[in-house]
């Protein structure tokens, strides 16, 4: 399984736009990227899922270079409420199922 | 559609005690897998079950720890004779079903809110 690299913390303030990079150098042919987001005390929420280029729905967005070494999963006008913790995951469709590894995430803190 | 259930929240056990976890998955589902979330750590896989089959328990601890998922009824995480290491989150998700490659279906899995396991 693919490990993934992203930074543990990051701190922004309202209304900004917030770029979180997560490296993962051994991403296989068939593996997706998906990102997850946490609240304290809850179950991860899916977030956006995405092969290459670029995905974007109605709460993100995520970049995928050519090379899919990195993504990039962008929160346009974060507000206090996208506070939590955000995990990259990579991982295939291949093999024994469809089980998610999980990192150590990136704790977003969003200020007034 | 209720999303997916688990109970109880918050289960305390004293060590040597048996603790058993339910999840009822999202109505449809056929697969549920469990993880586990350590304090300060990202969650970790256990294992995936579908309807009467355990698919892949390379997550699993070798002893103490079993899992189910009958044709009626939740699947149920047991943990015997609990030790204080084994206090942590558990998380339950479901999909609809396994997602084969080239599938273009998003990858998604549906988290319970978890079950707090301490032991004393």
């Known amino acids: 399984l693919a490990k993934t690299t992203q930074p543990i913390s990051m701190d922004s303030y309202e209304g900004q736009e917030v770029n979180i990079t997560c490296s993962h150098n051994?991403?296989?042919?068939?593996?997706?990227i998906t990102w997850y987001q946490q609240f304290p005390s809850q179950g991860p929420r899916f977030i956006i899922q995405?092969?290459?280029t670029k995905v974007t729905n109605e709460v993100a967005s995520l970049f995928i270079p050519a090379d899919r070494k990195s993504s990039t999963l962008s929160l346009p006008r974060v507000s206090l409420s996208d506070t939590a913790v955000y995990y990259c995951?990579?991982?295939?469709?291949?093999?024994?199922?469809?089980?998610?590894?999980f990192g150590t995430g990136t704790q977003l803190k969003v200020e007034l | 559609n209720a999303g997916v259930m688990q109970n109880p929240r918050h289960l305390v056990r004293r060590r040597g005690q048996e603790a058993r976890l339910r999840c009822s998955p999202m109505?449809?589902?056929?697969?549920v897998y469990w993880y586990r979330q350590l304090p300060e750590e990202g969650l970790k896989f256990m294992v995936y079950?579908?309807?009467?089959?355990?698919?892949?328990e390379s997550g699993m601890p070798k002893e103490r720890f079993s899992a189910e998922f009958p044709k009626e009824g939740p699947s149920i995480l047991r943990i015997q004779q609990v030790v204080r290491g084994d206090s942590a989150a558990y998380f339950c998700?479901?999909?609809?079903?396994?997602?084969?490659?080239?599938?273009?279906?998003?990858?998604?899995?549906?988290f319970g809110p978890g079950t707090r396991l301490t032991v004393l």
């Open positions: 998700a479901s999909s609809p079903r396994k997602f084969l490659a080239g599938d273009s279906s998003y990858n998604e899995q549906f």
């Open positions: 051994n991403i296989a042919t068939n593996d997706y």
């Open positions: 995405g092969y290459k």
């Open positions: 995951l990579v991982g295939g469709l291949t093999g024994g199922g469809n089980k998610l590894t």
């Open positions: 109505k449809g589902h056929s697969h």
């Open positions: 079950l579908q309807k009467e089959n355990i698919i892949d």
